[in-house]
């Protein structure tokens, strides 16, 4: 079974950073891109920013560009997302996202994780 | 960017209706669009790939059809287990992706 675990949500002041983790079990986490898709309180969802299985394709929404950073370690079967100068809008559930291809070309996104809430507030 | 827009962004249904919800892309986007599911409280759930392909274990009474910029998930007889909210998703500008607003079904 595909388990997609986060962590690293919480409160956090404006401006300030938080590192987001996902560990991946039931899969050959290597073999697929991997995605951070977000949901504010009671809104739609959001792609964040997504990443190829050999770390050598990234991308980001444009609200985030600039500001987070994603990454990856195949040997720990890990996804990572640095959220640098947060701001009040940054506010959402953070859910990690498996690709169904190495690439993110032509892609769809299954499963997703349970999510990581992070609240950014003075 | 390819936006998405989706109609109605609401509805109400009876169950054993029939439910039809539309995606428009912002320019071609030949068949990559997904269609997700997503509960109160819950992840979203992967329904429909490629436009038109059925998610394994996703009931039959769920279709898709559409290409270039036009889509539409249909629902032939809604279920009490149905009602949700739909969102549909490009999959055509690589690592570069977007969501529709969503439509919520209720009763």
């Known amino acids: 079974e595909v388990r997609l675990v986060e962590s690293g949500g919480g409160l956090v002041q404006p401006g300030r950073s938080l590192r987001l983790s996902c560990v991946a079990s039931g899969f050959t986490f290597d073999d697929y891109a991997m995605h951070w898709v977000r949901q504010a309180p009671g809104k739609g969802l959001e792609w964040v920013s997504g990443?190829?299985?050999?770390?050598?394709?990234?991308g980001y929404a444009d609200s985030v560009k600039g500001r987070f950073t994603i990454s990856r370690d195949n040997a720990k079967n890990s996804l990572y997302l640095q959220m640098n100068s947060l701001r009040a809008e940054d506010t959402a559930l953070y859910y990690c996202?498996?690709?169904?291809?190495?690439?993110?070309?032509?892609?769809?996104?299954?499963?997703w994780g349970q999510g990581t809430l992070v609240t950014v507030s003075s | 960017d390819i936006q998405m827009t989706q109609s109605p962004s609401s509805l109400s249904a009876s169950v054993g209706d029939r439910v039809t919800i539309t995606c428009r892309a912002s320019q071609s986007i030949s068949s990559y669009l997904n269609w997700y599911q997503q509960k109160p409280g819950k992840a979203p759930k992967l329904l429909i790939y490629a436009a038109s392909s059925l998610q394994t274990g996703v009931p039959s009474r769920f279709s898709g059809s559409g290409s270039g910029t036009d889509f539409t998930l249909t629902i032939s007889s809604l279920q009490p287990d149905d009602f949700a909210t739909y969102y549909c998703q490009q999959s055509y500008s690589t690592l570069l992706f977007t969501f529709g607003p969503g439509t919520k079904v209720d009763i």
């Open positions: 990443i190829s299985w050999n770390s050598g394709s990234i």
């Open positions: 996202v498996k690709d169904r291809s190495p690439t993110g070309k032509l892609n769809w996104f299954d499963p």
